[in-house]
């Protein structure tokens, strides 16, 4: 949440501007809104957006971007949404939220995760903005797939699909307690038919981490997916080296899935 007002004393520009953009309902405010509707030089421009922050009227998202927080807002000011924020990073669109933001989104877990985790192909940081606690995670462009864009306030956000949050799920399972929880709430969604198993397994067979294409075989397969809807991710797997999840050698050879495995791997 955007921190309060810490002043009521606005002079005539300042209160021209906020009634202004006010009207406008703007939400986000770059220095080219500023120029654009109010004609101000540089200088002036310059002065206005430090007293503006100051003030906890403007608070900076990057350089030269800012959330409003509208007078009437009180004076806890304006919360705005965490998805609004990525797309200003990436113009390229070469990014999409996931992991466990959208664990949440889809409903794989009812615990409230903290962090917005953006993956993308140029940025690696983190940051706090607007109060929000956000991750942006560089990833090669080849892990950039199983994107759908959703509305956000008539801002389109790429995130991943829920099949392609399913894979992440199985990748990145610390934030729902480990592989394990994962691949109980994976078999569930699949069970309850709550995603497309197509489209499931060739972005499965497409994902870079083998151990992860090789666990989301084994589920499938004991879920009574026939080999026919399992081909893509079967063929991925044919040429790779003999693996084991746990690091031990003992445990029955799976030889669709090149795998040592025991029940409590399943």
Do not use: H
């Not at 390229?92 to 989104?105: A, H, I, L, R």
């Not at 956000?157 to 992440?168: F, G, P, Q, Y």
């Not at 489209?199 to 992860?212: C, E, G, H, M, Y």
Request: hydrophobic fraction near 40%.
């Amino acid at each position: 949440m955007l921190q309060y007002n810490t002043s009521k004393t606005f002079g005539p520009i300042e209160t021209n501007i906020i009634a202004r953009l006010t009207y406008e309902k703007k939400l986000i405010v770059t220095i080219e809104d500023l120029d654009q509707l109010f004609k101000l030089g540089p200088e002036d421009r310059k002065q206005i957006v430090f007293r503006l922050k100051r003030k906890k009227i403007l608070n900076p998202i990057k350089r030269g971007v800012y959330a409003f927080s509208p007078l009437e807002a009180g004076p806890e000011g304006t919360g705005i949404d965490e998805l609004l924020i990525p797309p200003l990073f990436f113009p390229k669109k070469n990014y999409y939220v996931g992991y466990s933001t959208m664990f949440n989104y889809y409903g794989f877990s009812e615990q409230l995760f903290q962090t917005v985790y953006v993956l993308n192909t140029t940025l690696r940081m983190e940051r706090i903005i607007c109060g929000i606690s956000y991750k942006f995670i560089r990833i090669p462009e080849s892990r950039i797939y199983g994107q759908e864009i959703i509305k956000v306030k008539n801002t389109d956000v790429l995130v991943s699909s829920k099949e392609r949050t399913l894979i992440d799920l199985l990748y990145f399972n610390k934030p729902v307690g480990g592989i394990n929880s994962a691949a109980r709430i994976f078999k569930q969604v699949v069970e309850e038919k709550k995603c497309d198993i197509r489209k499931l397994v060739q972005d499965a067979a497409r994902f870079s981490n083998i151990t992860t294409r090789k666990r989301i075989g084994l589920i499938l397969d004991d879920l009574g997916v026939a080999d026919t809807a399992l081909r893509p991710l079967i063929k991925s797997v044919a040429k790779t080296a003999l693996s084991s999840f746990s690091g031990s050698r003992k445990g029955t050879l799976n030889k669709k899935w090149r795998v040592l495995v025991n029940d409590s791997q399943r």
